[in-house]
């Protein structure tokens, strides 16, 4: 590296024959899993979800700060929140630290239950039709996702299932507050291809 701009390296970094070398170059990294440390490869499930629940964080958060001050926001905010407990779970895997999952999982329905109170529609097919709501789908689309890496985890690492069911009790959650939130509601899939299709939805 040139002298003159020399910039501050992590604290597992080194600088070798003018570069640096960092501990993960070869394509695998140990990290702290469920309270031990284990070495996987950078595309393994472990590393995947750590990064999908950094995303979820990321998504959550940009919701959060667009859409300050209303219901929208206030459910984003939860969301980061539990998304930042499940990876704190994840890497420590105490029953502690699921307590404190489980205390931001049912802020998140308390929210939603209180905001569906009472409510009453029409069954079918949901989909946003403000920027808010599709926010808001966002959040649940990367919940899913999360939770399918989650699942692929289950065999390797049993106390996945903890993680799975959060995550799939969320996304199931922020879908009701769509549906409450005036989310438009199709009898079919085909009613909504239609309603596209037509230009109505465009």
């Known amino acids: 590296m040139s002298d003159s701009c020399r910039l501050p390296l992590f604290s597992d970094c080194k600088e070798v024959d003018d570069s640096i070398k960092c501990p993960g170059d070869g394509g695998y990294s140990v990290i702290p899993l469920f309270g031990k440390r284990v070495r996987v490869r950078k595309d393994s499930a472990p590393i995947q979800l750590m990064g999908c629940l950094d995303e ?13 001050g209303n219901t929208v926001s206030k459910l984003a905010s939860i969301v980061m929140a539990l998304s930042m407990q499940i990876n704190a779970y994840l890497v420590q895997g105490t029953d502690e630290r699921l307590v404190k999952v489980r205390g931001v999982e049912n802020s998140l329905l308390d929210e939603i239950t209180e905001l569906c109170r009472g409510f009453k529609g029409p069954l079918g097919w949901v989909i946003a039709e403000t920027p808010e709501l599709q926010s808001l789908d966002s959040i649940r689309v990367k919940l899913r996702e ?12 049993p106390l996945s299932i903890n993680i799975i069911s959060v995550l799939n009790h969320a996304d199931k959650l922020v879908a009701q507050a769509i549906y409450c939130l005036g989310g438009r509601v199709f009898k079919s899939v085909d009613d909504v291809v239609n ?8």
Do not use: E, P, Q, W
Request: aromatic share 10%; glycine share 10%.
């Open 56 to 68: 979820l964080v990321n998504i959550s958060n940009n919701v959060r700060l667009n859409f300050k």
């Open 146 to 157: 999360c939770g399918r890496i989650a699942s692929s985890m289950l065999d390797d690492y």
């Open 195 to 202: 309603y596209l299709l037509t230009g109505l939805g465009r």
